[in-house]
């Protein structure tokens, strides 16, 4: 190499040289400061965030209170049983295509047959906090966990834990009343009243009493892997069992309410009229409430919904119709109260009343003859009433219905009561645009027209009449404190009626004596028919007594208290559609008062 050649290649190399050492010099000035600005000025930083991916809280829920009968049977109560979670930060960490093609998502929906369209929606709301627990499927078979435990290293954030879930031994007897539970909504969750995946009260006394019922959750605190997966546990803390509910309902009568409504739409509602202890409450038809703990699948939540019976309707508070003749029983009261008749008026019935331009028909096609009010109750002259209502008028009518409870909700203790409707004047106007014409007194006064109420209520108003006129407030807690008050009605009048009630089951001539009578028991009661069509719709339908078509026959009602004596039980029975209330509903309510009759001792088995 030449010598020139030699002192350029020397020149290029200390160049290179130094060129090198100035970038390793500033590297290594941006490493030491990287670090520097990592360990020490952001140290703390990251350490925490590095924890929070690496040690995660979970939510141990605790086991939900019993609710049973007043003999201690348990009508909701809870099993072991192992859920799956996952937890959405590891589903979606790293992973940006369409949530159905995870093979996670994939996993769960083919193997373990999550509904795919539940699964997404929940995923797609918990994006928005990622370490929630987000639960995925309760109550898991052995050979659903031994799939999961052999696919967990594929599964990011999916996990198995100890849990409980909710049982209805009963099924459909306790439905409406015990209600059921389903998992915690989103707006739950979002305002801290509940935990992701908690499962809490939706209907009945699930939700009545679900601060009680519910308990208090534990936690546990893991290390967890990479992929969320649970290495060892570090520190916990245990739930609180929720508290027992002990109920006024009696097991018995609940299941004689069953059988005997078994096939029909319609309502029994049992009362201790002196205390307004709930005895028995029953809808019908019923649902199984079994069908909802593990979170009810689409197509049987669709059929249910979709279902013309409205079997989720708990007719018992909310199903509301026109009383009937039930409603004299408060006509009655007003007449004789007001001072519009006395126990010497007498009306002639002679079929019907002439009013207008129309005929306002007796039930009793060739009438009743020459009645006064006990006879006009136990035999439920209609004349009788359509005259008493003329005398009455809208406003008192209203009055005494509304003294009575009706329109307003009787504030028993499970949510979904409705308060029907006492049609006044200024109701009308109001609602409709229309006056209140006089003809329409006339269908009021015997418990037609705009009338609403529901059987709780005509419970109630049974109760009224057997305990010597004191409204009760229907409880279902067995350690509420009973509420009632006095209504402002004399109280002869109330045992006037009283002793009509009496003679509608005991008189050879009362509308239910052929179909409500026990022996060795006064029972007393009152029939109602009620009208769903018009008069004329009826007719056309009619063969002999009896309608054709059961959309357009009559809902039949009977109330009752017994014994006559000391009354220890009021009943309310609907049957939509059955007819007469004497051939439909009272023979109902004769067999519950016998049930709970024999259930107390006062009358012998068989």
């Not at 009010?373 to 209609?382: F, K, L, M, P």
């Not at 005494?400 to 307003?408: D, E, I, N, W």
């Amino acid at each position: 190499m030449s010598l020139k050649k030699e002192e350029l290649f020397n020149k290029l190399k200390k160049r290179t040289s130094f060129v090198f050492k100035v970038l390793s010099t500033v590297f290594a000035v941006i490493m030491l400061s990287t670090v520097f600005n990592l360990q020490i000025i952001k140290g703390k930083y990251f350490y925490e965030r590095s924890n929070k991916n690496r040690i995660r809280t979970y939510i141990v829920y605790p086991q939900r209170g019993d609710i049973l009968d007043r003999d201690g049977n348990k009508l909701a109560t809870t099993k072991p049983s192992f859920d799956l979670f996952l937890i959405p930060y590891y589903f979606f960490h790293n992973y940006k295509g369409k949530i159905e093609n995870h093979p996670t998502f994939k996993f769960l929906v083919n193997k373990l047959h999550v509904d795919p369209n539940e699964l997404k929606e929940k995923l797609t709301k918990y994006k928005k906090r990622p370490f929630d627990q987000l639960l995925v499927k309760k109550d898991l078979s052995e050979k659903e966990m031994a799939l999961v435990n052999s696919m967990e290293w594929k599964l990011p954030g999916v996990y198995i834990d100890a849990s409980w879930t909710r049982r209805y031994p009963y099924g459909k007897t306790f439905a409406h009343v015990v209600g059921y539970v389903g998992e915690a909504t989103e707006q739950d969750v979002s305002s801290g009243e509940r935990y992701a995946g908690e499962f809490v009260g939706k209907t009945g006394l699930e939700k009545s009493y679900d601060d009680q019922l519910r308990g208090i959750g534990g936690w546990e605190m893991w290390e967890v892997d990479a992929r969320g997966h649970r290495i060892r546990m570090i520190e916990k803390s245990i739930p609180i069992r929720g508290k027992d509910l002990v109920t006024t309902l009696v097991l018995p009568v609940q299941k004689k309410a069953e059988e005997l409504l078994k096939g029909e739409a319609g309502a029994v509602v049992a009362l201790d009229p002196n205390t307004g202890e709930v005895l028995a409450l029953y809808s019908s038809p019923s649902f199984n409430p079994n069908l909802f703990p593990k979170g009810i699948p689409t197509k049987d939540w669709k059929r249910l919904n979709e279902d013309p019976l409205d079997p989720l309707n708990n007719r018992a508070i909310a199903g509301v119709y026109p009383p009937g003749s039930v409603f004299k029983l408060v006509v009655a009261s007003a007449g004789l109260a007001e001072g519009k008749i006395s126990l010497a008026t007498k009306v002639n019935c002679p079929g019907g009343l002439k009013f207008g331009n129309k005929f306002y028909r007796c039930w009793k096609k060739y009438g009743h003859g020459w009645v006064d009010v006990e006879r006009a109750i136990a035999e439920s002259c209609d004349t009788f009433f359509y005259q008493l209502g003329l005398k009455l008028g809208n406003a008192l009518i209203s009055k005494y219905a509304k003294l009575f409870g009706l329109g307003r909700k009787t504030g028993i203790d499970i949510p979904g009561e409705k308060r029907g409707l006492v049609p006044t004047k200024e109701w009308k106007k109001r609602a409709l645009k229309k006056p209140w014409y006089p003809g329409e007194t006339l269908s009021y006064a015997i418990g037609q027209g705009y009338l609403l109420v529901t059987p709780i209520q005509l419970a109630v108003v049974a109760s009224a009449f057997a305990n010597g006129g004191y409204l009760v407030k229907p409880h279902l807690n067995y350690y509420e404190k009973p509420v009632k008050r006095k209504i402002p009605v004399p109280e002869w009048v109330i045992k006037v009626v009283r002793k009509a009630m009496l003679k509608v089951v005991e008189s050879k001539k009362g509308t239910a004596h052929w179909t409500a009578r026990i022996k060795g028991v006064k029972i007393a009661g009152k029939t109602g028919t009620a009208q769903v069509v018009s008069s004329e719709v009826e007719e056309k339908y009619k063969k002999g007594h009896k309608i054709t078509v059961k959309k357009y026959s009559e809902h039949a009602w009977f109330v009752a208290f017994a014994p006559y004596e000391k009354p220890v039980i009021a009943v309310a029975v609907v049957v939509e559609h059955g007819g007469h209330g004497s051939s439909a509903a009272a023979p109902i309510a004769r067999e519950i008062i016998k049930e709970y009759l024999m259930y107390k001792g006062i009358l012998k088995h068989g």
